[in-house]
């Protein structure tokens, strides 16, 4: 699914109206196969670093009859924490975090962006709502202007980074559809994952090897200082900033060279009156003779 007609804009750089219609794509999507479906899987793979050949922004969505891997065990885990406390675990954790707040990134009035405890990715991202929203489609119309503000935000900052637009794989996760899609499910929250490799400049990033496939991922840096990096971070696009400088510097010349113009005729134009005026004295300089 395209996000743009445009090749050379990303999620920082597009109007936020555009990146709100395609939350409404999304929602429309997960309406139509969520139908059939047991799990409609929604994720951008941006960057050749994470296997994307296509720069055109774009995302892809997945549908499958069974419960896959990774959100059959946030069921479970979800499924087990309600049954005990009666409240939806990430609600809690959303809770937690913000009075921390040394993992918080930026919030807005329906969202929080947060680097998560358990995060192995270095600059690894949440999205997490501020009230308990179980699919994508149960948001509102203000949740979903929310939701495209804070996904702008947060690609700004990992392009402003390293000057470069940041690869990652990222999606979403919600309660399952199809069979389920009338259920409360109670137990879920909607939420956002963002998984960037790189750690220390456009070109080192993170592999996954070695000790990490074969015992435990391990950290480069902490998830506090991860959060401190992207909290400092501007929320001014450096693309946009280098083309509003570019285009000053061309009006300037273009400015100047009105200038120039202007300055060579006023000149020429008083060159022009100094001769008239030398032609006119000579004139009147000549002696008449007589015969």
């Not at 559809?177 to 909607?190: A, I, L, Q, S």
């Amino acid at each position: 699914m395209c996000f743009n007609p445009k090749s050379n804009v990303t999620v920082g750089t597009m109007e936020l109206s555009s990146l709100v219609d395609v939350v409404g794509r999304w929602i429309q999507e997960l309406v139509r196969l969520g139908e059939k479906y047991l799990w409609v899987q929604i994720f951008e793979n941006r960057g050749a670093m994470m296997g994307c050949s296509n720069p055109h922004p774009h995302c892809q969505i997945w549908a499958t009859s069974f419960f896959p891997n990774e959100p059959r065990i946030k069921d479970l885990y979800q499924k087990e924490y309600y049954a005990k406390y009666k409240r939806p675990l990430l609600m809690d954790y959303v809770r937690k975090e913000l009075d921390l707040k040394e993992r918080i990134v930026f919030q807005n009035d329906s969202w929080v962006v947060l680097v998560p405890f358990w995060a192995v990715w270095p600059y690894e991202t949440m999205i997490l709502p501020l009230t308990h929203v179980r699919r994508m489609y149960d948001l509102n119309e203000t949740q979903i202007r929310d939701l495209a503000d804070a996904m702008k935000r947060l690609s700004t900052r990992y392009d402003n980074m390293f000057k470069v637009t940041f690869p990652y794989s990222m999606g979403w996760h919600g309660a399952p559809t199809g069979e389920f899609r009338n259920t409360p499910m109670d137990h879920w929250v909607f939420h956002g994952i963002y998984y960037p490799p790189l750690v220390r400049s456009a070109t080192v990033k993170k592999f996954m090897v070695g000790y990490e496939m074969l015992a435990q991922s391990q950290r480069d840096i902490t998830p506090e200082k991860a959060a401190e990096v992207l909290r400092n971070l501007s929320e001014s696009h450096f693309y946009l900033e280098l083309k509003m400088q570019k285009e000053k510097v061309s009006s300037k010349k273009k400015r100047g060279g009105a200038s120039d113009r202007s300055a060579k005729s006023n000149i020429g134009d008083k060159g022009q009156k100094a001769s008239d005026k030398g032609e006119t004295k000579s004139k009147t300089q000549i002696p008449k003779t007589s015969k």
